[in-house]
């Protein structure tokens, strides 16, 4: 018999560290923004227009599983909708139950929403894994916890498996991309001093740990300098909309040991940049840039080149690209895979105007789903 305990206070969920982290270890494709860490971070700076919805799952007086969700108001063009979702918030590439059953997490969890008083007009659980056939368990889960569920492709997210040496990843690219590669290698290394700097620092809960916000700081600079420094998307690292939820975020990854901070160094100059998670092995690509003075030379790619084959030294299993740019990114990748939306219907607007679930899905995907660009 499981148990279902809901948390809604940030302050009630930092009491559930030790069981989320255990938990964690045992997700599948769990990644750093599954962590407590993240989620803490996040809520720091985009918690009061949310609110939160954390499911503890207890058998026999154990947590056995943990099952984020917000409380959100999304627009749609019949008006505002409050809709029942994972966190994640494009962050990440994917987002699921924290523990090792999670179709009977995520079942539980769901027969307790049933059953609770509704403030929720829809459940749209985002960042689901789907490949082959492993997105089915939610529609299990759904089916089982008497919820009619739709399911669409949302995104696509390109990967790169290192898991073995880098000879064996390199022999999976195609001989035109290796000769471009090593063309771009030798144009970078003509021009002198070639230099990777990764900042990967060790877990410091308890002790004083240097932030490194010199590297941060380039990081920045060389995002402004890019193609990212006109964006208006918010989301580049250097934009004023999510800079200091950014900042905020990377204090917690450093002392969680999560922070992954890559540089390329040409003659002391630094001239690209990758900053990103990891955890247990899987290597999550939040920003990338690079100098445009360099831009000719593929300092990018370099760069590229070298982490992955330093992360086949460190024995990472999986480089995630994060689902932007994607065709950038395939030369890099060894597979791509599908990210898919399970949207429950059908709902209620206001207490007089019932709206069926599929017509409500094609409005709600449409402005929900990421284009893979």
Known sequence: MQDVVEHRSIYEISQLGGDWA?????????????????????WQTFGESQELRVLEIVEAGETVGIVPLVLRSEPTKIGPIRALTYPLDDWGSFYGPVGGDRRGLLQTAMCHVQESP?????????????GENSGDWVLEAMAAAGMKTYRRPRTVVPIARLAGDWESYWATRTGSTRSNLRRYERKVAAIGKVEHIRFRPAASWCEQV?????????CEHLAALSWQGDSTSGTTLSHEDVRPYLRVQH????RSGAIDINLLRVNGRDVAFQYNYHFGGRVSNLRLGFDPEFAKLGVGKVLMM?????SCARGDSIYDFLPR?????RRFATEVIDCHSYFHGPVKIGRT???LGKQIYDDWQTR????AQ
């Open 306 to 310: 070298h982490v992955l084959r330093d």
């Open 210 to 218: 240097d932030p490194r916000w010199d590297l941060y700081g380039i």
């Open 368 to 371: 929900t789903c990421m284009p």
């Open 118 to 130: 509704r403030d929720w007009d829809v459940v749209d659980l985002r960042w689901v894994h789907a």
């Open 22 to 42: 255990r938990l964690l270890e045992q997700a599948m494709d769990a990644d750093y923004f599954q962590s407590l860490d993240w989620l803490e971070g996040y």
């Open 251 to 254: 204090e917690r990854a450093v």
């Open 325 to 329: 740019h994607v065709e950038a990114k």
């Open 353 to 355: 105007l019932p709206l």
